[in-house]
């Protein structure tokens, strides 16, 4: 029942800036952490940014500085602001969230949007 949906993709010129979205719904009951990751042409899934239900964040090396991932507990949203885009930028970006769907469970599961496509070309 539970739902991750992104939007804010698109195409940008290098340099220019993007801003990711990832809303949940359904039965949630608690969301741990929530991340980006993206998939490249012809490369594996990849971990950008997580963050906490407490706003740890954490980057790959290759975005931090660029990228900043941030939450809303209350919305139960997950964004992240893509500034100075780089070709090799290009991906699919996909929301992830562990999320406990009813307090009689302890533990959290893994939930994925389907993704959407970013694309950094002039």
């Known amino acids: 029942q539970v739902q991750l949906v992104e939007s804010g993709g698109g195409l940008v010129q290098p340099g220019g800036s993007l801003r990711l979205s990832c809303a949940a719904s359904?039965?949630?009951?608690?969301?741990?952490?929530m991340g980006w990751y993206r998939q490249a042409p012809g490369k594996q899934r990849e971990l950008v940014a997580t963050?906490?239900?407490?706003?740890?964040?954490n980057y790959a090396d290759s975005v931090k500085g660029r990228f900043t991932i941030s939450r809303d507990n209350a919305k139960n949203t997950v964004d992240l602001q893509m500034n100075i885009l780089k070709p090799e930028d290009t991906a699919v970006y996909y929301c992830n969230a562990g999320i406990v769907t009813t307090k009689d469970f302890y533990s959290a599961m893994d939930y994925w949007g389907k993704g959407t496509l970013v694309t950094v070309s002039s």
């Open positions: 963050i906490t239900s407490g706003r740890r964040t």
């Open positions: 359904g039965s949630i009951f608690r969301i741990n952490t």
